[in-house]
């Protein structure tokens, strides 16, 4: 079942992420996406994820699909203008990449080439925008396409964002685009999360939950302090502290906020963040046996 | 373009001279005060000489007996004290070097000056630096009238008279002593053997009252008492002496009378405490000294058959009109008996020139047409106390400035120096209440003086003078007014910056970018100027190029190694920095010394810049700190690219200390 | 006004280093305005440089001036180039560039040039605008979003505004202050609407933006 599928059955969906090597080798890209398989709906792809230059993600998603995984392909407005993005969604519904998931991306400056010109001739609103016109049989400049693409669009919104306020407006703004579906940032609390969900489900969006496994009380605190939109609650961060095997903890901390909050959201996107092979543990936690793909 | 008068701001932008502080304003021969208080906050003693000089000839006198009407016009006076103008100015004629005058070409006209007291000396000083041939007739053997024969030692001393007689003598004056005029030689001789005749002889005669007794032989008049003491010849007094007189001479005779041996010595004047014409400070010295001073009381009769025995009084209740005419009203019924064995009438002086020729007023005065000053006979002036009766020794120097020049009006054609004393000038507004809080509240530095118990036994003088180092920090008290910013408006760029550093709201912006600098709020420090992008303020009597003409001065000579200290003139001890050849130039805030003249003072001698000063217990200025940091930050930034990390010293503040580094 | 600042003084010389007669210009309106290009500063740059070559054993003769505008040809009439063989300008880039065209000698820049943008205060400014030749002030509340946004969308905020700041950390998030006062003012239906991509063929266009006297829109 195709990650639009899922969605749109209802089905509680789950995805995850693999990021490309900085290099032409990706024998380890494939080996983390192999510990993956069968346990979700879709694989998102990183584009060049803060900022740091790796493989272009319209060939890692065709190196997955060919590997019979449904990628979702990340794009990010830094790096490329308005052309080129038509050019690569072009090039990926060529190769039957359909799922995408539009961001405007982390500033050249936190990355390693600080040098840089950032692009950012779209942002992800008008990503979004031109992904439907793309639909529609048309580019941005109103030409004609010979050949018209399909696409299932996402876009990322954070629940826990200082201030809230303009984030909502603008998630209001992505769903108006044609946003289907929204992968979180990494949320922790089930209470906040669930006011936000009752507010995303009356704007007809679905819905995948963040999660970023923790593996100790450090990587909580300096995820709170330097990761905006993150914010770890005291008491798990003290449940990490207290614990003797933290990265068990961190599986099980996970593994509670998707049983607490599994009726009110869509799905969930582990983050694993080079810790691949801690996915399929939440997800046994969870009692989230495997995915039919 | 005339300073608008607004009451509140003057525009000072362009700043055309007519403006004064009120110190300059008060007084009466507009001396440049703010500008020689300057020059001595920085220790430059010498500069400060030379421009008390340009309008007072006589500074060494002045700076220790004036009577001071600048000091009730300092702006301070609602903040803490006066600034002490003129001990300030005794110090600058102390530690400043009398410069020799270039020498001038000598005019053919020439001038007779008839006596040699503070007017005389002003006329022979004008006249003779505009080259004119001045001749001084002196009736007495030595020059210098009152202020040698009239005021005693002890606040005069003839040394410091000496200095600025020399100093005038030195412009090349002729000098007859032991001439009167009118006995020895008539005016009209002297009207054939010069082109003129000034006639500044002052009040010579000496009253004394005409009551019973008056004709005993220790019956005395002030004048040839005073000079008699002040020559050591014999006064003829005995040990108990009453002065019948309220004003300065009183004093003078009563404090004279006491070094003289007199053990008892009683003053009686008809004026009342508040009325006595005598100064406060004279009064309060006399009394510390033993005087008894008894007001309200009229000299009814001396009493005595060969000799003086006493002197009997009547209380008087009351000595003026409703007109303000002298006119004493006596209780009968009140009286008093001094014992005395001398009696000494300072009941005031007069001219004594009814030989001369010349018309006079019925008190005997010279009478003279006030616009020409000349007298009633042709090619002769008068000018001084003897014109208008007893006057200050500055009200003196005054006139003679103006007699003076209209004599070389007359003479030579040449109407400048009259021009100059009748510019029209407006005076400076209160300090605004917005600055009040924000400028540093300090008392007058106290000068060293002789206790009363040890001056009474002596001649010597009381005052000591302020040292350098004591004057300077006196002299930093100074707001400095009319001495800040001016702005050239041709050269300005709006950018602002000096409203936003000023923490006096000195400048403020008018319509349209139009930059207006209120010279009422300004505190001279120099902050504005400093960082002006476009050069376009000046601080008055302050430029760039003196600045680099100092620091020349100060390296010259060195082999290229010298350590060139900039010290701010409120620090008071000197860092031993232990670095080689240290030079040190002493500056009103460490502002005025730019980023440009520190690079060019490490190209043209100096191998290290030191910038002492912002200790802020001190500091009068002490906001300027912040932006003296930047400065030295930016300088640091530019030598660190050159590798000269080293060539910039802060050094660390130390504690106040005394001592002295100022030249 | 347009800020600008000085560069590094190692820079500066390394460019007039071959050079023996150097004639520093400064500018008396935007360059003294940013405490950059005055008399002043070029007065200490003339000293910094004279210490420097000295220091370097290098005979180069610098020498001083300013005029009150270097982007406008009378003004540049003044400039007394004779006999220099280098022009080191304090003014900002379109000075550089009017000078280069009236001089024959090179002409060098000793500023750099930032942004356009208003004073804060005492030697502080903000970059308020990109000249971006199509502005959307009105609809942003008056905070430029190319210029005060690190990223210059045109739907913000993005997903790295953390408390309020900016992703770089250096400065208020851009769209938050846009909300924010777009909220105060009534109007954040403003910030609900759809902000277009950016035309930046305006820019583009024509390698020489002539404004002068052809009258209606710009070529």
């Known amino acids: 079942m195709t990650l639009r599928e899922a969605l749109e059955s209802g089905e509680f969906v789950v995805t995850s992420e693999v990021g490309p090597p900085k290099g032409t080798d990706i024998s380890e890209m494939l080996s983390a996406a192999e510990m993956l398989r069968g346990r979700v709906h879709a694989l998102n792809v990183t584009d060049n994820q803060a900022a740091v230059m790796r493989l272009c993600t319209l060939a890692a998603c065709v190196h997955l699909k060919e590997r019979g995984f449904d990628p979702v392909l990340q794009v990010t407005c830094r790096d490329r203008n308005r052309l080129a993005m038509q050019s690569d969604l072009l090039g990926a519904a060529s190769f039957g990449i359909t799922n995408v998931l539009a961001l405007t991306g982390d500033h050249v400056a936190v990355g390693d080439h600080p040098q840089a010109k950032p692009v950012f001739d779209l942002e992800s609103v008008q990503l979004l925008e031109a992904i439907r016109a793309l639909r529609s049989g048309h580019d941005l400049a109103g030409n004609e396409l010979h050949g018209t693409p399909e696409f299932f669009a996402g876009a990322v919104v954070t629940p826990d964002a200082h201030p809230l306020a303009p984030q909502l407006a603008k998630f209001e703004k992505k769903v108006a685009a044609g946003a289907r579906y929204f992968q979180t940032q990494a949320v922790y609390d089930p209470a906040t999360f669930r006011g936000f969900m009752e507010y995303a489900h009356g704007l007809g969006a679905k819905v995948l939950a963040g999660l970023v496994i923790l593996r100790s009380a450090r990587m909580a605190r300096f995820m709170t302090k330097n990761i905006p939109g993150i914010s770890v609650p005291q008491p798990l961060i003290d449940e990490l502290d207290r614990a003797e095997d933290p990265v068990a903890v961190g599986v099980e901390i996970a593994a509670r906020f998707i049983t607490q909050t599994r009726d009110v959201c869509d799905g969930v996107h582990m983050m694993a963040v080079g810790a691949e092979h801690l996915v399929p543990r939440v997800l046994d936690a969870a009692g989230l046996e495997g995915v039919s793909t | ?663 | 006004m347009i800020v600008v600042r000085a560069k590094p003084l190692e820079e500066v010389f390394d460019m007039v280093v071959a050079h023996e007669r150097v004639l520093l210009v400064g500018c008396n309106t935007c360059a003294a305005v940013s405490l950059a290009g005055g008399e002043m500063e070029v007065a200490t740059l003339v000293e910094a440089l004279r210490l420097m070559a000295a220091r370097r054993g290098r005979a180069i003769e610098f020498t001083g001036s300013v005029l009150q505008r270097q982007c406008e040809p009378e003004f540049l009439e003044e400039l007394g180039d004779e006999g220099y063989d280098a022009v080191l300008s304090l003014g900002c880039g379109a000075g550089v560039a009017l000078l280069s065209d009236t001089t024959k000698v090179p002409v060098y820049p000793a500023l750099d040039t930032m942004f356009i943008g208003a004073a804060k205060g005492f030697a502080s400014w903000q970059a308020e605008c990109s000249a971006c030749g199509q502005c959307v002030l009105g609809r942003t509340a008056g905070i430029c979003p190319i210029t005060r946004c690190a990223k210059g969308i045109m739907n913000g905020p993005c997903g790295g505004v953390k408390d309020g700041r900016c992703e770089l950390g250096d400065r208020d998030c851009a769209w938050v202050l846009i909300y924010e006062r777009l909220e105060a003012q009534g109007r954040l239906g403003e910030f609900g609407r759809f902000g277009e991509a950016k035309d930046h063929s305006v820019r583009s266009k024509c390698d020489v933006w002539d404004m002068s006297d052809k009258g209606g829109e710009p070529k």
């Open chain 2, 1 to 663: 373009m005339a300073a608008q008068k607004t009451g509140g701001s003057l525009d000072w932008s362009p700043m055309p001279p007519t403006v004064f502080a009120p110190c300059r304003s008060k007084c009466p021969a507009h001396v440049d005060v703010p500008g020689y208080i300057t020059a001595i906050a920085e220790g430059r003693f010498t500069d400060a000489l030379e421009i008390v000089l340009e309008r007072n000839p006589l500074p060494s006198v002045c700076g220790r007996i004036c009577l001071r009407p600048c000091e009730e016009g300092c702006r301070r006076c609602l903040l803490d004290e006066p600034v002490a103008i003129a001990m300030l100015k005794r110090a600058a004629a102390d530690f400043g070097a009398y410069q020799h005058p270039k020498p001038r070409a000598l005019r053919k006209e020439s001038v007779a000056v008839v006596g040699s007291g503070p007017a005389g000396l002003t006329v022979a000083h004008d006249l003779a630096a505009q080259g004119l041939r001045v001749t001084i007739i002196e009736a007495k053997p030595k020059l210098g009238g009152m202020l040698r024969y009239g005021i005693p030692e002890y606040r005069l001393p003839g040394k410091a008279l000496d200095r600025d007689i020399s100093h005038i003598l030195s412009l090349g004056v002729e000098v007859r002593t032991g001439v009167k005029v009118g006995a020895d030689v008539t005016l009209a001789r002297l009207g054939e053997e010069h082109d003129a005749v000034v006639v500044t002889a002052g009040l010579q005669s000496s009253r004394v009252l005409e009551i019973p007794g008056a004709h005993l032989p220790r019956v005395l008049a002030a004048l040839p008492f005073l000079e008699a003491a002040a020559c050591g010849e014999r006064t003829g007094i005995g040990k108990r002496v009453v002065v019948v007189g309220g004003g300065n001479v009183a004093m003078d005779v009563a404090r004279t009378a006491r070094r003289l041996g007199a053990a008892q010595v009683d003053v009686v004047c008809l004026e009342s405490a508040e009325e006595m014409p005598a100064s406060r400070q004279e009064v309060e010295e006399a009394r510390l000294e033993g005087v008894g001073v008894h007001c309200s009381w009229g000299p009814r009769e001396i009493l005595g058959e060969e000799d003086v025995s006493a002197l009997d009084v009547v209380r008087c209740t009351s000595v003026f009109d409703e007109d303000r005419r002298f006119s004493p009203v006596f209780d009968e019924s009140e009286t008093r008996r001094f014992e005395a064995d001398t009696v000494i009438f300072a009941t005031g002086q007069g001219a004594d020139i009814g030989d001369l020729g010349i018309e006079t007023t019925p008190r005997g005065g010279a009478v003279i047409d006030p616009q020409t000053m000349k007298t009633s006979i042709e090619g002769v002036y008068a000018a001084g106390d003897v014109v208008t009766g007893p006057t200050k020794v500055i009200d003196a120097i005054a006139e003679g400035h103006r007699v003076a020049a209209c004599v070389i009006r007359d003479l030579t054609g040449d109407t400048a120096l009259l021009d100059g004393l009748d510019q029209e000038s407006d005076t400076l507004g209160e300090v605004p209440e917005s600055m009040r809080y924000k400028v540093v509240t300090r008392r007058r530095v106290q000068m060293e003086r002789l206790e009363f118990y040890e001056a009474v036994g002596t001649f010597d003088e009381i005052e000591a003078g302020y040292t350098e180092y004591e004057a300077a920090r006196e002299a930093q008290r100074c707001l400095g007014c009319t001495t800040g910013a001016r702005l050239v408006r041709e050269k300005c760029a709006s950018c602002l910056t000096c409203v936003r550093v000023c923490p006096h709201n000195a400048p403020n912006v008018k319509y349209r970018g139009y930059l207006i600098f209120d010279a009422e709020a300004c505190h001279a420090c120099g902050a504005c100027a400093s960082q002006c992008p476009a050069h376009a303020i000046n601080i008055e009597g302050h430029s760039e190029e003196e600045m680099d003409r100092r620091v020349e001065t100060v390296l010259a000579g060195s082999a290229g190694d010298a350590t060139m200290q900039f010290a701010c003139g409120c620090t008071p001890l000197l860092p031993e920095l232990g670095l080689s050849d240290p030079r040190t130039l002493t500056v009103t805030c460490l502002l005025r010394v730019s980023e440009a003249t520190v690079l060019r003072a490490l190209q043209h001698g100096a191998g290290r810049v030191v910038f002492t000063g912002c200790v802020e217990v001190n500091c009068r200025y002490p906001y300027a700190r912040e932006l003296v940091a930047r400065r030295e930050a930016d300088i640091r930034a530019l030598l660190r690219q050159m590798g000269m990390d080293d060539a910039l010293i802060v050094p660390e503040a130390t504690d106040e200390d005394e001592g002295v580094h100022l030249r």
